[in-house]
């Protein structure tokens, strides 16, 4: 059933995966079987976000993290709090989204996972777009943008409808020729100056994030991995 779902959505039919997450979800419970039951929950937290749900895919990814939790599997909390990330910004919780994707960035460098970081880096640049910041958000985005075509990858499936959103909201409050402008300047940074330029605009806070404005966000603890 999970991999039916998989080629559902390469076939891109989310209701089809939907369904066909549920069927498998429902069977690894029965079963007792956590580790599937919290992969094809992340999985259908990305299926409902992909399609707008977000408290569907809030409490989906909630599960997933639970269960890698008391399987003591930490590969995985990575790439959930990044998704986690999304729907705090969807709740409009800036302070809380940029903490997500802070500690998903954090641990994203210590695993050397380099795709995940640039995944990041369109998170924040989302925030800085919803947060009203656009001049910062096309920096960010022009740097994602450079990483995954030096890494020879793309933004994950799930991510598209979220980056594609503030994407436009970015370029709608600019200039073309301004936007054109940061976009460009962005693709030069490398890749650890754009995570140090996306760190220095979470922890500055922006005037527009209602009451989640001014507070504080630290940079990852720890010493960062090379990237």
């Known amino acids: 059933l999970d991999g039916l779902a998989k080629l559902a959505l390469v076939g891109d039919d989310p209701a089809d995966a939907a ?10 419970r029965e079963v007792g079987d956590d580790w599937t039951l919290a992969t ?11 399609q707008g749900d ?3 895919a ?23 709090l990044h998704n986690l990330g999304y729907v705090a910004l969807h709740e409009r919780d800036y302070a809380r989204s940029r903490e997500l994707f802070c500690e998903s960035l954090g641990l994203f460098q210590r695993f050397g996972e ?7 880096l369109v998170g924040f640049a989302s925030i800085a777009a919803a947060a009203g910041r656009p001049d910062h958000a096309a920096r960010l985005f022009g740097a994602a943008e450079a990483a995954f075509e030096t890494l020879g990858t793309q933004l994950s499936a799930s991510n ?12 709608a409050s600019m200039r073309p020729a301004a936007f054109a402008a940061a976009w460009t300047a962005g693709q030069q940074f490398p890749l650890q100056q754009a995570v140090d ?3 220095q605009v979470t922890e500055s806070g ?8 001014g507070k504080r966000v630290d940079r990852p603890s720890g010493r960062r991995t090379p990237i």
């Open 40 to 50: 094809v929950s992340n999985a259908l937290g990305d299926v409902a976000r992909s």
């Open 114 to 120: 380099r795709r995940g970081v640039a995944e990041c």
């Open 19 to 28: 369904q066909l997450l549920d069927a498998c979800a429902t069977l690894a």
């Open 54 to 56: 977000y408290p569907r």
């Open 206 to 213: 922006d005037s527009q994030s209602g009451s989640s404005a």
């Open 58 to 80: 809030k409490s989906a990814y909630d599960e997933s993290l639970t269960l890698f939790g008391i399987l003591h599997n930490d590969g995985q909390r990575p790439s959930l």
């Open 160 to 171: 598209r409808a979220d980056y594609a959103r503030h994407l436009a909201i970015a370029r």
């Open 197 to 199: 330029q996306a760190l």
